[in-house]
């Protein structure tokens, strides 16, 4: 495994002065030198397990020459429709802008129409063949080259991930250290996976042999707004196992995901294997749907829009030549079920993590908290004090807790949703419930108690600062248990907070089946820093575990290859 170097303060204090050139980068003088960037892989490479300081010193390096280069760059970021190695810069232009300041373009994306879709699929069938016969060990060579390329440009991606999505300066590192993980880990597992053996009892001259062939056919990939690791990911594991893919992320995660897309190819991806194809979800899906060798879709976002696939190939069963694999993140309705036993301070801060990190629009955001009537009080004092000091403006200030929501569609939702609060469903807020667009897209962290157990806010996802609160009586502890565990169709993340082992096992019993990933004294996001194989079940998803050896098998059409030496004639 390899070591994976730490985002220094040094590098983040670089970020920082990157993001500031960005936001006047109009202001540049049109005529001055752009001074080049370096190729990542132009630097000198040392072994592996280098020390993360050396690590660091580089991405510094790398960061350096960024600075310099978009010290003197007047244009947004272009990202193009890429199929094969073409990059087609159509007339469809989407505008990506900062969602802290809306008024400023960071990237100018160009989507691909019908014809370009098609042409993809054409690209992505042809390069099948040979990129699914290359060697597992060239393939992971790739991957961990591209990792060691991305680690090395770190700053760049980063602050592309703060300008695009809102993220916090922390936690587009923690996006990055993810993706970079991620990469080794999967490579790590596709190793495994390559030597794997079954133990196939038969005759002494017949020999079976095992091999992890590819789908038959191309791959989609479609990414929501939620991470620049998570797009990726969707694209690159079922390429990792010899599939070809099209790669379609969400408009304000392209640019993130086209500078991805560049480090592999920079590290040898071969062409056509991944298609970068930004489009309108509707017109990607039935083009793709189309295609007679369609064979999987690796899938991330909401639950209605999974329904509507699901019909979608469905109607079209017949054109395909096989069963397509449908697999699929989608967000959930994640829970805190708190005990009276619990530690109330611990408690306090692991909703606060969880409920407006990202401004709790990451699909296992806290959305739901069960407390006891006993510590409510405090309870609830301490979340005023907490979210009152909680600093929330600028993503890109060191110092900035939580950032505004993605764009202005989700912006005039959470704003509805809070004016219903208000005025229809009469609930009594804690902290919050104040919406800003005037510069960007901020809505205060909220945090409200819902009396009705058969609220839609207490059963459907929200995506976005808004936590209601039930308060269940002590004594009523399997009451609260039962509608935790049935009220939501949905099934993602959820926590367990108690100090008494006999209640974590009560709770964990009457609770198993309403999270795929259920956490005890944990907040419902896990380990930010850790790589956890994640998934839902009901309406959350496929609960296939991505960041697990399990979740590349699942882009893998296992063939059986029995030789019999010296048949016996019969």
């Given amino acids: 495994m390899h070591k994976l170097g730490v985002i220094t303060a040094t590098c983040q204090a670089q970020c920082c002065r990157f993001l500031s050139l960005c936001r006047h980068l109009s202001t540049a003088d049109a005529s001055s030198e752009m001074v080049p960037i370096p190729k990542a892989d132009q630097l000198q ?49 989407q505008t990506v802008t900062y969602p802290h300041e809306h008024n400023v373009c960071l990237a100018r994306v160009y989507y691909a129409n019908r014809c370009q879709i098609e042409s993809a699929i054409k690209s992505a069938l042809a390069a099948q063949g040979a990129w699914s016969l290359v060697p597992a060990s060239e393939r992971l060579h790739i991957w961990r ?51 794997l053996r079954f133990e196939i009892h038969c005759d002494s001259n017949v020999f079976p042999k095992f091999q992890l062939r590819p789908m038959d056919g191309i791959v989609a990939a479609m990414a929501s707004f939620e991470s620049a690791s998570m797009s990726a990911n969707l694209a690159l594991c079922p390429a990792l196992m010899g599939n070809t893919v099209l790669w ?36 990607f899906l039935n083009t793709i749907t189309d295609a007679t060798h369609f064979s999987g879709l690796n899938y991330h976002g909401d639950a209605e829009k999974y329904r509507y696939i699901f019909k979608l190939v469905g109607d079209k069963m017949h054109n395909f030549i096989c069963f397509p694999r449908l697999v699929a993140e989608c967000y959930g309705k994640n ?50 004090e907490s979210v009152k000091s909680l600093k929330m403006g600028d993503p890109a200030m060191p110092e900035t807790q939580m950032g505004p929501v993605i764009n202005r569609e989700a912006f005039t939702r959470l704003k509805q949703l809070i004016e219903r609060s208000i005025n229809a469903y009469k ?72 100090s008494k082992d006999e209640v974590i096992s009560h709770c964990l019993t009457n609770l198993r089946m309403s999270a795929s990933n259920l956490y005890v004294n944990e907040r419902c996001t896990g380990n930010l820093r850790g790589l956890t194989p994640f998934g839902g079940n009901r309406l959350s998803g496929t609960n296939d575990k991505s960041g697990s050896a399990y979740f590349l098998m699942r882009w893998s059409s296992p063939l059986l290859i029995e030789e019999t030496i010296n048949p016996i004639e019969r």
């Avoid at 897309?261 to 309108?280: E, S």
């Avoid at 006891?372 to 005023?384: G, I, N, T, V, Y």
């Avoid at 800003?436 to 996802?461: C, K, R």
């Avoid at 936590?467 to 009220?487: G, I, K, M, T, W």
């Fill in 45 to 93: 490479q040392t072994d592996a397990y280098e020390e993360s300081e050396s690590r660091v010193r580089k991405r510094n390096l790398v960061t350096s020459h960024v600075l310099s280069q978009c010290r003197y760059r007047r244009k947004p970021l272009e990202v193009p429709t890429v199929v094969n190695t073409e990059e087609i810069y159509t007339n469809d232009t």
């Fill in 335 to 384: 829970f805190h079920f708190v005990h009276s036993s619990a530690n109330v301070k611990h408690v306090c801060s692991s909703i606060l993590e969880a409920a407006f990190t990202f401004a709790g629009q990451n699909a296992n955001s806290l959305s739901r908290i069960y407390v006891p009537l006993s510590m409510w009080p405090e309870l609830r004092k301490r979340l005023q």
């Fill in 248 to 283: 379609n992320p969400a408009l304000e995660v392209a640019p993130a995901s086209y500078l991805i897309y560049q480090a592999f190819k920079r590290a040898g991806l071969p062409k056509g294997v991944i298609n970068f194809v930004p489009a309108n979800e509707r017109l």
């Fill in 427 to 498: 609930l009594d807020f804690v902290c919050g419930g104040v919406c800003d667009d005037t510069t960007g897209y901020f809505v205060q962290p909220t945090i409200a108690v819902v009396t009705d157990p058969l609220s839609e806010l207490l059963s459907q996802p929200i995506l976005g600062p808004f936590l209601p609160v039930f308060v269940y009586a002590d004594d009523s502890l399997n009451e609260a248990l039962r509608l935790a565990a049935h009220q939501s169709k949905y099934s993602l993340s959820g926590s367990i907070f108690a």
């Fill in 145 to 195: 080259k591209a990792a060691d390329l991305i680690e090395l440009e770190a700053p760049y991606l980063i602050a592309h991930i703060v300008l695009g999505l809102g993220r916090t300066l922390m936690d587009a590192s923690n996006d990055v250290r993810r993706l970079i993980s991620t990469l080794r880990s999967n490579a790590d597992y596709m190793e495994h996976l390559s030597l």
